[in-house]
């Protein structure tokens, strides 16, 4: 059976999650949010909407909304 990126990623979190843990999942979840903070910074653009921005180069690498629930 062929898998688009979406059910591939989300079994191989599975299988990491059941080959390691919760408190592993959490640990590699604390690093990564880290290294984005560290790496960029968010800057409102609009109203209701926010820019990720590099923080080296001031590159504004995508826009997220502010909207909760969307």
């Known amino acids: ?3 688009n ?5 989300k079994m191989g979190g599975l299988a ?3 080959l390691y843990g919760p408190d592993h ?3 590699i ?3 990564g949010a ?3 903070w560290k790496r960029y910074s968010l800057k409102p653009a609009g109203t209701s909407q926010f820019a ?3 923080r080296d180069t001031s590159e504004v690498i995508a826009f ?6 969307t």
């Open 52 to 54: 990720i921005v590099k």
């Open 29 to 31: 979840g604390k690093r």
């Open 1 to 3: 059976m062929k898998h």
């Open 25 to 27: 999942m959490r640990t």
């Open 5 to 9: 990126k979406k059910s591939a990623g």
């Open 34 to 36: 880290a290294v984005f």
């Open 64 to 69: 997220t909304s502010g909207m909760l629930g």
């Open 16 to 18: 990491t999650l059941a």
